[in-house]
């Protein structure tokens, strides 16, 4: 066999969206499980809608998911001397022709078909030009297109997901390769490009599906060998209804800002449209090129879920040493204004600590600060839920009370923390539950998060203290009396 060349061709008229990463990432996993290369080509001759900040910012995620090409970018808007080549050959063999018939005169064709209750098919008018007529409208400045003459019979290809596909030729009308100012379309550079690239399977959305049959058309009449194609199911949102570029999930470049890791998005998305056939679905990278068959590929259309991602990325964060995640999150815990550069660097041990704490909790990355900010400094507020159950005159002298024993504590770690508390508890005739919850509020200004007594004795004695008196003042001062 020879070696496997796969592509990804995004157009850089937007961010990349999670449809095309998702592509990328199934042909990305195709090469490198069979050893192949991975082409990056960018399909940039809409000019209009092109831009270099948008190549810039598609190359950036691609790098950022980790998908690493082995040539280009290369870019379309540079090669329309070698698409003018081929489309000359078209017309030299026979296989295209010049049409001359205006957009008026079409629109006129469209409508009596439409009124006659008819599929409206061009009824190759211009085909029927001899070559002195053609050369007369030519001399005559009339604008033209190039059409591909659809030949007889079938055209079919094995798709590497669906199986046999097949098309009759009479249902396909002679299609424009060639707009009148010149410039090719896409169903014909494309082909150019995968033959120019040498590329031999080409994996996409299922909605390329009609394109194919018209690109073997173009393949063959060109004569060129023509490469295996596979046709993926597409992403809905949860409406069960095509992600858009408008859509907020839609670009793969805002979850590097939102806290997910790159193998955790990459393993995701792997998982819209394919699966492994097992009950797996956690994957490292090199797992998933390990395991990739594009055999497995789902026939049906993949919903994309942030909740199920975020699901994944939880997972993968569980993988990560405390050091890796603490490296990823000192920057944005400094950018938050939360703590210091300073103050990380001279307590790691501590912020490691800390990550260790909130680690089987987080989500994504951003966790860690927004569930996590009163390991850095006092609450400045306290969640209002937890305010109207927990701050009142009875629990504030609870509060007061429990302080006090814990200021006299030898030891301020997890068992007599616990002791004193149920200790108390016992005393006041209460369940452990009814102290446990405003000390918690008292500390973090949260309702939820880690264990109680691991925090307590993460952030020391004489802070947690400190909180707890000032939560008493807060609520004589703030809700008693308010």
């Not at 009370?401 to 030898?410: I, P, Q, T, V």
Request: proline share 3%.
């Amino acid at each position: 066999m020879s070696e496997i060349r796969t592509r990804i061709a995004p157009s850089p008229s937007g961010f990349l969206h999670v449809g095309t990463a998702r592509t990328a990432i199934i042909n990305w996993l195709y090469a490198r499980n069979k050893g192949g290369k991975f082409i990056l080509r960018i399909e940039d001759t809409d000019a209009d809608r092109s831009s270099k900040e948008m190549v810039d910012a598609i190359c950036e995620s691609l790098k950022w998911l980790g998908l690493d090409w082995d040539e280009g970018p290369y870019f379309q808007s540079e090669r329309s001397e070698l698409y003018q080549e081929y489309i000359e050959k078209l017309l030299t063999s026979g296989n295209a022709y010049r049409c001359f018939c205006t957009p008026d005169e079409l629109k006129v064709k469209r409508e009596e078909a439409r009124k006659n209750k008819t599929d409206y098919k061009y009824d190759r008018t211009c085909l029927k030009l001899s070559e002195e007529d053609i050369q007369k409208k030519i001399d005559a400045g009339e604008k033209y297109v190039i059409r591909v003459k659809v030949p007889e019979g079938e055209v079919r290809f094995d798709d590497m997901v669906y199986g046999k596909m097949v098309r009759q030729g009479k249902d396909i009308e002679d299609f424009v390769v060639c707009r009148n100012n010149g410039r090719p379309l896409y169903n014909f550079v494309v082909v150019i490009d995968d033959y120019e690239m040498r590329i031999t399977d080409i994996l996409r959305g299922n909605d390329h599906q009609t394109n194919s049959f018209k690109q073997i058309l173009i393949y063959n009449a060109l004569g060129l060998p023509v490469p295996r194609m596979g046709h993926l199911p597409l992403i809905f949102d949860e409406r069960k209804k095509k992600i858009s570029k408008r859509d907020k999930a839609a670009n793969a470049s805002d979850y590097a800002n939102e806290g997910f890791l790159p193998e955790a998005v990459v393993n995701y998305l792997s998982m819209l449209g394919w699966s492994p056939k097992d009950d797996r679905e956690i994957f490292t990278i090199d797992e998933l090129i390990d395991v990739f068959d594009i055999k497995n590929a789902n026939k049906s259309n993949a919903v994309f879920d942030v909740v199920k991602m975020k699901h994944f990325n939880s997972e993968h964060i569980k993988k990560k040493s405390n050091h890796e995640i603490a490296t990823m999150i000192a920057p944005m815990i400094i950018q938050a204004g939360v703590y210091s550069k300073y103050g990380l660097e001279t307590r790691w041990k501590y912020f490691m600590d800390v990550v260790e704490l909130l680690k089987d909790r987080a989500g994504v990355l951003s966790d860690f600060i927004e569930r996590g900010e009163y390991f850095f400094q006092a609450p400045h507020t306290y969640e209002e839920k937890g305010v109207k159950k927990q701050f009142n005159a009875e629990n504030a002298e609870r509060l007061e009370e429990l302080a006090n024993r814990y200021e006299k504590l030898s030891r301020f770690t997890h068992d007599p923390l616990y002791e004193a508390l149920k200790e108390m508890a016992a005393e006041i005739d209460v369940k452990a539950g009814i102290l446990i919850h405003p000390t918690r509020l008292a500390v973090t200004g949260m309702t939820t998060g880690p264990g109680l007594f691991e925090l307590l004795e993460l952030i020391g004695k004489e802070e947690v203290i400190s909180r707890m008196r000032t939560a008493v003042i807060y609520i004589r001062e703030k809700v008693i009396n308010e």
